[in-house]
């Protein structure tokens, strides 16, 4: 049966939901809280939406009502460890002039459920990854200060996954975000603005990849699209590819302005040059690929890693398209160049020819002129 605490009157009371009848008022959130937990407890449920230790169902469908609240960015502060702000707190006056009308604030008088020493589970995107799925990451130790919530934890790195994660950090691209059940959530209008006056925390601390249009205020799990691990690692390994060149056709192109014709057309033909030795090794790496997987060996090997992910199949479907369309080029390249190899040669034999006409015809001026001297 699910519960809330709500404020009446002064005090704190344990709401039951099915009929918003009061089962007992309480002097304190903390002690009406602590109802809660026990009413759940009673039977046998857990009021958090992440709790993998339970084996029973918990008394929410986790994305549909589970509600989040993006923090600060994450801070790779070195050896697998990370900090910052699991909650920012903000002030109703700089709030305003804010284009969110539906904006949303933490305060340092809001009720996080913070004692002393506490310390929240760390996961990656809310348990939402199909890889890491529920896993602990670890465990985080926060602190209330002038600014909001900080939080610092250390990954034990314990596999590719855990090290992707604090690479991801490291780069920048990862931010924090805490989960609360709605039950437990309490809000209320202030100077136009919402205050979130219950957010407990401790049991959902997560690092996700922040959209850059997030909005300041709390929004179901559901609403918020997914970022798979798996995903961030190829964006990781494609980043790391050294970036592809064409020196040399950029000299050939630029060789129309800036040289004679003949530097400009060793630099066509360098260029060419290097088009050949590229469809060389490229054919060569695309057998030994295809080698790989017709043994499908990167099914069962660690060593060989994940198969094709949808993100690989579509970029190589992309790049099968551009070949396809590219298919004509080649050859008409080549005959193109042999066209333009012949005309330079019957051009240069003509020439040539032109020469040797003009220095038969200055040899027999000499010879006249040396004949009408001596004469």
Same mark, same amino acid.
Not at 61 to 67: F, S, T, W
Not at 101 to 127: I, M, N, P, R, W
Not at 305 to 329: C, Y
């Given at each position: 049966?699910?519960?809330?605490?709500?404020?009446?009157?002064?005090? +704190?009371?344990?709401?039951?939901?099915?009929?918003? &009848?009061?089962?007992?008022?309480?002097?304190?959130?903390?002690?009406? !809280?602590?109802?809660?937990?026990?009413?759940?407890?009673?039977?046998?449920?857990?009021?958090?939406?992440?709790?993998?230790?339970?084996? /029973?169902?918990?008394?929410?469908?986790?994305?549909?009502?589970?509600?989040? +609240?993006?923090?600060?960015?994450?801070?790779?502060?070195?050896?697998?460890?990370?900090?910052?702000?699991?909650? %920012? +707190?903000?002030?109703?006056?700089?709030?305003?002039?804010?284009?969110?009308?539906?904006?949303?604030?933490?305060?340092? #008088?809001?009720?996080?459920?913070?004692?002393?020493?506490?310390?929240?589970?760390?996961?990656? #995107?809310?348990?939402?990854?199909?890889?890491?799925?529920?896993?602990?990451?670890?465990?985080?130790?926060?602190?209330?200060?002038?600014?909001?919530?900080?939080?610092?934890?250390?990954?034990?790195?314990?596999?590719?996954? %855990?090290?992707?994660?604090?690479?991801?950090?490291?780069?920048?691209?990862?931010?924090? &975000?805490?989960?609360?059940?709605?039950?437990?959530? %309490?809000?209320?209008?202030?100077?136009?603005?919402?205050?979130?006056?219950?957010?407990?925390?401790? #049991?959902?601390?997560?690092?996700?990849?922040?959209?850059?249009?997030?909005?300041?205020?709390?929004?179901?799990?559901?609403?918020?699209?997914?970022?798979?691990?798996?995903?961030?690692?190829? @964006?990781?390994?494609?980043?790391?590819?050294?970036?592809?060149?064409?020196?040399?056709? @950029?000299?050939?192109?630029?060789?129309?302005?800036?040289?004679?014709? #003949?530097?400009?057309?060793?630099?066509?033909?360098?260029?060419?040059?290097?088009?050949?030795?590229?469809?060389?090794?490229?054919?060569?790496?695309?057998?030994?690929?295809?080698?790989?997987?017709?043994?499908?060996? @990167?099914?069962?090997? /660690?060593?060989?890693?994940? /198969?094709?992910?949808?993100?690989?199949?579509?970029? !190589?479907? @992309?790049?099968?398209?551009?070949?396809?369309?590219?298919?004509?080029?080649?050859?008409?390249?080549?005959?193109?160049?042999?066209?333009?190899?012949?005309?330079?040669?019957?051009?240069?034999?003509?020439?040539?020819?032109?020469?040797?006409?003009?220095?038969?015809?200055?040899?027999?001026?000499?010879?006249?002129?040396?004949?009408?001297?001596?004469?």
């Amino acid at each position: 049966m699910p519960w809330k605490v709500q404020e009446r009157d002064g005090r +704190f009371c344990v709401i039951k939901l099915a009929d918003n &009848s009061t089962v007992h008022c309480y002097d304190t959130r903390e002690q009406a !809280m602590a109802q809660v937990r026990a009413l759940y407890a009673s039977e046998g449920k857990s009021f958090t939406y992440l709790d993998i230790e339970s084996e /029973v169902k918990p008394p929410m469908d986790n994305e549909a009502d589970a509600l989040v +609240f993006y923090g600060g960015a994450v801070k790779a502060l070195g050896n697998g460890k990370l900090g910052g702000y699991l909650v %920012e +707190f903000a002030d109703p006056a700089t709030l305003k002039g804010s284009p969110d009308l539906e904006q949303e604030f933490f305060a340092a #008088d809001t009720d996080y459920d913070l004692e002393e020493g506490k310390s929240a589970t760390v996961y990656y #995107d809310h348990g939402r990854d199909p890889v890491l799925k529920r896993r602990k990451l670890a465990r985080g130790k926060m602190r209330a200060d002038d600014a909001g919530v900080w939080i610092e934890t250390q990954l034990a790195l314990r596999d590719d996954y %855990e090290k992707a994660v604090y690479q991801l950090a490291e780069l920048g691209k990862l931010g924090w &975000s805490s989960g609360s059940a709605p039950h437990l959530v %309490e809000k209320k209008s202030v100077g136009g603005f919402t205050k979130i006056v219950s957010w407990p925390l401790g #049991d959902d601390a997560s690092l996700t990849v922040r959209p850059a249009n997030h909005r300041s205020h709390a929004v179901t799990l559901k609403s918020i699209k997914a970022a798979t691990i798996d995903s961030l690692i190829e @964006e990781l390994e494609e980043s790391k590819l050294p970036p592809f060149t064409t020196k040399s056709l @950029e000299d050939a192109l630029s060789a129309a302005y800036d040289d004679d014709l #003949d530097t400009h057309s060793l630099k066509v033909a360098t260029a060419v040059e290097e088009l050949i030795a590229h469809y060389t090794k490229t054919a060569t790496a695309l057998d030994v690929l295809s080698g790989r997987l017709v043994r499908k060996q @990167e099914f069962r090997a /660690v060593k060989d890693g994940r /198969v094709f992910s949808q993100r690989r199949v579509d970029k !190589m479907n @992309e790049l099968i398209s551009q070949l396809k369309k590219l298919a004509e080029h080649p050859l008409a390249l080549a005959s193109e160049f042999e066209k333009m190899v012949k005309e330079a040669v019957t051009t240069r034999d003509q020439r040539n020819a032109l020469q040797e006409a003009i220095q038969l015809q200055h040899n027999q001026f000499q010879q006249l002129k040396e004949s009408h001297n001596h004469g």
